[in-house]
């Protein structure tokens, strides 16, 4: 629908649901926290169409806010888009009261929250925490088996992660936490050769899901830059693959998206 590039991340970020329908019953639960319903993402990019329509035609505003992110992570940069949203509150319900605020007690660090917002519609403070993830399902797909690209960032570390330490306050400033979320985004793979029919009941099937795999598929597929993680640009960026290495293509007549990951180095001795 838009087709300038940051326009387009922006609308993913407000737009897609979150990778996770619902908490997997197989963590453990320390500090509860909730994820917002597929509905709710839904009517907040409703409201804000109008405001992406007008960014599409002149985005100045938002390019000039992007710049100021020095670093290349993807997650920062979701979490920028995030923050520019929030910031822009003439198109929602929502006052962001801090961004990025340090909790301290004494001099040691306990860590950071991500954004606290006034909800205007039920006068409750929220704490919302944002990552942007792809994780690639292994062995039999339980929870501890969704890997990131960096194996040690898996699914389940990122969810204790949530509820054992990001989730721990009950009081910012002068302001008592009335609700936690996780804004968990991106997208999940299962293996290319063994596609399930049906998935775990805490995986959101309104996200599309992506394959994975080593071997590379007879379909074309175009590599996606980075930036295009978040949303692929309105028209190819590359041509069909023909050498692939690691990393995130998408088929360039569908809406299909493949990780691939080269194969491992078979390690032979030598005498």
């Known amino acids: 629908m838009f087709k300038t590039p940051i326009v387009r991340q922006l609308a993913f970020v407000i737009a897609s649901p979150n990778i996770l329908c619902k908490i997997p019953d197989a963590l453990s639960i320390q500090h509860p926290f909730e994820l917002h319903p597929n509905k709710v993402w839904q009517a907040l990019y409703q409201q804000y169409e109008i405001r992406l329509h007008q960014l599409d035609q002149d985005p100045t505003d938002l390019e000039n806010f992007i710049t100021e992110l020095k670093s290349t992570r993807l ?15 003439a198109f929602h319900h929502f006052k962001l009261l801090g961004h990025s605020i340090q909790m301290f007690h004494a001099r040691q660090t306990l860590g950071e929250i991500d954004f606290l917002i006034l909800n205007q519609h039920t006068q409750q ?9 792809y994780y690639l399902a292994e062995a039999d797909f339980q929870l501890q088996h969704w890997y990131g690209l960096n194996r040690q960032d898996t699914l389940l570390r990122k969810l204790r992660h949530f509820t054992e330490k990001q989730f721990q306050f009950n009081q910012v400033q002068d302001y008592e936490i009335h609700k936690r979320y996780a804004v968990l985004k991106g997208q999940l793979y299962y293996p290319a050769h063994h596609f399930p029919h049906n998935t775990h009941n805490w ?3 309104r996200r599309r899901l992506g394959q994975w795999g080593r071997h590379i598929p007879s379909s074309e597929y175009y590599c996606l830059k980075r930036h295009e993680w978040i949303c692929p640009d309105k028209l190819p960026s590359s041509k069909p693959a023909i050498w692939w290495t690691n990393g995130l293509y998408k088929h360039s007549t569908s809406q299909d998206f493949f990780m691939y990951r080269q194969p491992p180095m078979i390690h032979k001795n030598v005498y």
């Open 203 to 205: 995986v959101n099937t």
């Open 75 to 89: 997650g920062l940069r979701f979490e920028y888009l995030m923050w520019f949203w929030l910031k822009d509150n």
């Open 125 to 133: 403070v929220e704490h919302w925490e944002v990552a942007l993830k």
